[in-house]
């Protein structure tokens, strides 16, 4: 079986507000589930990440969460994007993209690109 | 801004803890039970599901913690730990605590109390509006500058300036006077300035009460009106508003009271505003200038301090050029063979200036109090460092960081800077109060003296760094300590005392090196002073007293009338028993330069008085110089069949100079006074001090009372005399007001008096540096005398082992003072060494002795070696007295 990685360092709050974004209001572990799902469960979620990254989130103003029943009809707490978090998932995309971007040309870099 | 937001909710969090902590427990079960179910709709038993649910979660206990971790605000919440930590440390060692606190509080209060002086003279801006554009300005003329650098300016040439220069939005003029005020209590005199109508305007300082001069008031005969002070409205009317209006008597005439100044307003005084103004530091009213220009010679008069306001925009130098334009014209016109200038500077560098230099002093001085305090309070807390080391030991082997454990013991003492700090506000307070009463009245601005927003935060300020320097050392030395020796043989690891012991004695000999250089500066000073008082003056000051009286001009209109008063007065004191002679004078010796005018031979070309030397011309009467104890070098002095003859007496200086190898007895010569007159030198007298103590001797030239219409009605009568001083002062008083009960006597105190007046900025300098000296020389013996008890008592096992091995008590003691002497001698060459590079900071500060004196620099050295000897002697012996069985089992 091959290795499940575990998440990079600060993508997890990009991966959280991404998902919320799509999916809208989910609660903890639909947030993880998802996020393993989408990764085609190439990656684990360590829980013990997960709910201090959305506490911070939470803090950060970029996420709102309140009670609400889950699946099996017990009380669960969703969380839900924010305006702010809107804008900072944008932003972090913007981001994102341009970095992938550059380590890509680096990839891709030949010596005969250099001289 | 994201930051903060998070720190908010955080501070928030603070109260609502528990409430979070329930809903993430609720969140995580929900969590578990939700992978349970997924599990079990894969197919896993119930019972598996569960397993591997809570399995693939991991550590909840670590997860909460993290989740907590990203909650709070961990500062806030150790901070509260540490502080109780803190405070049960402290109640613990109550001796410690009380004395730390104490020298704290004294170190602080004292820095505290110098540094609102500092802040109120030299730091707060001038009562006036827009004080950059604000200048003073004076006259120079080229060919005085030897004897005057500069002059205060006069009235013609003000108008010129008012009507020609372009620079200037305004420019006012103001001379301290002072008037007979005839009040409920009997005549007195009142300070005062006669100013320009432009005056108040020029500073921006708008009226409490009441109007401004109007420009015509300026005018002699329509200058009766007068503006108030605060102080004196409130003093003697109660601050009634209604005063506007009415009239008050001075110098027997009706002013009428147009105006009140605020109580801001505060004029600056005559030191401050350049030699030959004379302005009191506690003014009662302004007058208008009442001066007619045309009247006075264009060269003349040079009494008015000049406060120009610069216009928008025009800088110093280009107001300087345009000024200067104009006063080449000003010399032209009076086509006289003498150039004018002038000068211009801010008003706030020359208010301050002189003050400045000995009030950083005294700042530096305090400061270096306040650190050797830090240094013995860093020494106190080493000597408790190995008692607690276990304790540190114990909380780094349960997980305690670095970090957390510097933190501790800073709050420690954190806690004690705070608790001094508070203390020291409270001996700040009266610090300040102490300060104001027996400072000298040369200090600029010290009546605005006080504790404000500024000072207090500079307390706050100095405690805490104060707190952070003594505690950082203990706080490394704990920090470091490795768990595993501390723990194994708790307080008693040799290598772990020598080191501390290294470092407490290198602070002990910081602490001998500050105090020396307080030592020695207070040295300096003291011997400044000495070498003062020491200085000859020319006159003779035992048994002399000073009687400053003022006849009221209406009562005395006349020359004669006055005349006849004085001889009045002097032959009633004359007759009391036990007045070996009286005389009297205008103005006594050792209160400033006064008449200052000129003296010339015969023949000269006294047009051009610019070029001539000025002199001192005073008037006295025939008994003046053998009360005061001048020697009469040559001839005679005035007899009273000098009656109507023109005749003078000179001082030696001026002999030399007109009649170098000629004898100047029966010589004539012309002296300026009230216009050109020729007189015939009948004595010579010795030189005196004229203007101050540390200032040498003037050209004076001695009138007599009676041929000349001299200008000054007051004056003082001295008198030699036998009997107790308090005798012959009521004695004398009593024989004054026979003759005339009306006439006030403004002062009357013996000569040695005056004198030690004239040097109280020198004493008041010398006794506040003595003071921190002597301060900084105990603390640093309370330190050294520490340091040697806490090694001996660390010591007696070793030193037990020595005395059983046939070691002598005598080596033993002298070992002991040779180590704890050790740091001292090091910390004096230092303090030495220290000294003579900042000996010629000072050099301006001294009268007569060298920065580098080598006496005092001795004496200091043989003080500080006595006193920290007797500081290790006393522990050392102490020791000594340990039977070596005892002390062996002392473990």
């Given at each position: ?115 | ?432 109060r102490a300060i104001i009463s027996a400072a000298p009245p040369g200090i600029p601005r010290l009546a ?8 207090l935060l500079f307390a706050i300020f100095i405690s805490v760094i104060a707190a952070a320097l003594f ?189 170098p190898d000629r004898n100047p007895i029966g010589q004539t010569c012309l002296i300026s006074w009230g ?217």
């Open positions: 079986m091959k290795q499940k990685m575990d998440v990079l360092q600060g993508t997890l709050a990009l991966m959280i507000l991404k998902t919320l974004d799509v999916l809208g209001p989910l609660h903890g572990y639909g947030i993880a589930r998802r996020i393993e799902r989408i990764s085609g469960d190439l990656l684990a979620v360590n829980q013990g990440t997960l709910y201090p990254v959305l506490l911070k989130l939470e803090q950060e103003g970029s996420i709102a969460s309140e009670w609400g029943a889950s699946e099996n009809n017990r009380r669960a707490r969703f969380y839900r994007l924010t305006r702010q978090g809107r804008k900072q998932l944008e932003a972090e995309t913007q981001d994102w993209e341009q970095t992938a971007a550059i380590i890509g040309r680096f990839f891709q870099v030949k010596p005969e690109d250099l001289t | 801004m994201k930051s903060l937001r998070r720190f908010l909710t955080r501070l928030r969090n603070l109260a609502t803890g528990r409430q979070d902590d329930e809903r993430l427990q609720e969140e995580i079960e929900e969590h578990i039970a939700l992978q349970a179910a997924e599990n079990l709709r894969a197919g896993l038993s119930p019972a598996e599901a569960r397993r591997q649910a809570m399995l693939k979660f991991g550590g909840v206990e670590a997860m909460k913690e993290e989740y907590r971790e990203e909650r709070r605000v961990l500062l806030f919440e150790t901070l509260a730990q540490d502080i109780r930590n803190g405070l049960r440390m402290l109640r613990k060692s109550p001796g410690f605590t009380v004395i730390a606190v104490l020298t704290l509080a004294l170190g602080i209060g004292a820095n505290t109390a110098i540094f609102s002086v500092v802040n109120g003279v030299l730091l707060r801006p001038l009562g006036f509006r827009q004080p950059p554009q604000l200048c003073l300005i004076r006259e120079i003329i080229p060919q005085l500058t030897k004897f005057y650098p500069t002059f205060p300016a006069n009235v013609p040439d003000f108008r010129v300036w008012q009507r020609q220069l372009r620079s200037f939005k305004n420019i006012g003029l103001a001379e301290g006077i002072s008037m007979d005020f005839t009040g409920r209590g009997g005549a007195v005199e009142l300070p005062g300035a006669q100013v320009s109508s432009t005056l108040l305007d020029t500073l921006g300082v708008n009226l409490a009460l009441g109007r401004n001069f109007r420009p015509e008031e300026d005018q002699p005969g329509r200058d009766h009106v007068v503006i108030l002070t605060d102080s004196f409205w409130r003093s003697e009317f109660h601050g009634d508003p209604s005063i506007i209006g009415k009239a008050i008597a001075l110098n027997g005439g009706p002013y009428d009271i147009v105006g009140v100044l605020p109580a801001s307003f505060h004029f600056p005084q005559s030191s401050e505003l350049g030699t030959l103004t004379n302005f009191s530091p506690h003014l009662a009213f302004l007058k208008p200038l009442g001066e007619d220009a045309s009247q006075i010679d264009l060269l003349g008069e040079f009494d008015y301090a000049a406060i120009g306001r610069l216009s928008p925009g025009v800088s110093l130098a280009h107001a300087l050029a345009e000024l200067n334009v104009v006063q080449a014209q000003i010399a032209k016109k009076a086509n006289e063979k003498v150039d004018l200038r002038a000068e211009i500077i801010p008003l706030a560098s020359e208010i301050l200036g002189p003050a400045r230099q000995g009030l950083l002093f005294l700042l530096a001085a305090v400061v270096a109090v306040l650190l050797i305090v830090c240094v013995n309070l860093a020494n106190l807390l080493l000597a408790r460092v190995p008692r607690r080391m276990r304790e540190a030991a114990i909380r780094t082997a349960l997980g305690a960081t670095r970090a957390r454990l510097v933190a501790q013991v800073l709050t420690e003492s954190l806690l004690l800077g705070a608790f001094g700090g508070a203390l020291g506000i409270l001996v700040a307070f009266f610090g300040v605005e003296v006080s504790i404000d927003g500024r000072v505690g950082i050392l203990p706080a490394w030395r704990i920090a470091h300590a490795e768990p595993q020796d501390a723990l194994k043989s708790g307080e008693t690891k040799a290598t772990e005392r020598r080191r501390t012991r290294g470092l407490r004695s290198s602070l002990i000999g910081v602490e001998v090196a500050l105090s020396t250089i307080l030592l020695i500066l207070a040295g300096l000073f003291t011997s400044s002073l000495a070498h003062l008082l020491r200085v000859n003056t020319g006159f003779s000051v035992a048994h002399v007293l000073a009687a400053d009286v003022d006849p009221p001009p209406q009562n005395y209109s006349s020359n004669v009338s006055a005349t006849r008063f004085y001889n009045q007065a002097l032959a009633a004191i004359r007759a009391i028993p036990g007045v070996r002679s009286v005389g009297w004078i205008n103005k006594l010796p050792l209160e400033g330069e006064g008449s200052v005018s000129a003296v010339a031979l015969p023949g000269a070309n006294v047009g051009n008085t610019s070029n001539l030397p000025p002199v001192n011309y005073r008037v006295v009467s025939p008994g003046y110089f053998a009360t005061m104890g001048i020697p009469v070098i040559a001839g005679r002095t005035f007899t009273d069949s000098d009656r109507g003859r023109k005749v003078v007496v000179v001082s030696r200086r001026i002999a030399q100079n007109l009649w216009g050109w007159k020729s007189v015939q030198v009948v004595g010579v007298v010795g030189d005196i001090r004229t203007v101050q103590m540390d200032k040498s001797p003037v050209m004076m030239v001695y009138l007599q009372t009676w041929p000349f219409d001299h200008i000054a009605w007051g004056g003082s009568i001295v008198v030699l005399t036998m009997m107790d001083p308090d005798g012959a002062a009521s004695a004398v008083r009593e024989a004054i007001h026979r003759v005339d009960p009306d006439v006030p006597i403004t002062a009357l105190r013996p000569m040695t008096t005056v004198i030690s007046k004239s040097v109280d900025t020198r004493r008041f300098q010398m006794l506040l540096a003595l003071l921190f000296a002597v301060c900084a020389l105990f603390l640093a013996s309370l330190g050294i005398f520490g340091v040697v008890a806490y090694s001996v008592e660390q010591r007696r096992h070793e030193l037990g082992i020595r005395l059983a091995l046939g070691a002598r008590l005598r080596d033993l003691r002298a070992m002991i003072l040779r180590q704890g002497m050790s740091p001292v001698i090091a910390g004096l060459a230092a303090g030495v060494a220290a000294s003579i590079a900042l000996g010629s900071l000072i050099a301006g500060l001294l009268f007569g002795v060298h920065a580098f004196d080598p006496l005092t620099f001795a004496c200091v050295a043989i003080v500080v070696v006595l006193v920290a000897l007797a500081a290790c002697y006393i522990p050392a012996r102490r020791a000594m007295r340990v039977d070596p069985m005892v002390a062996l089992r002392y473990e």
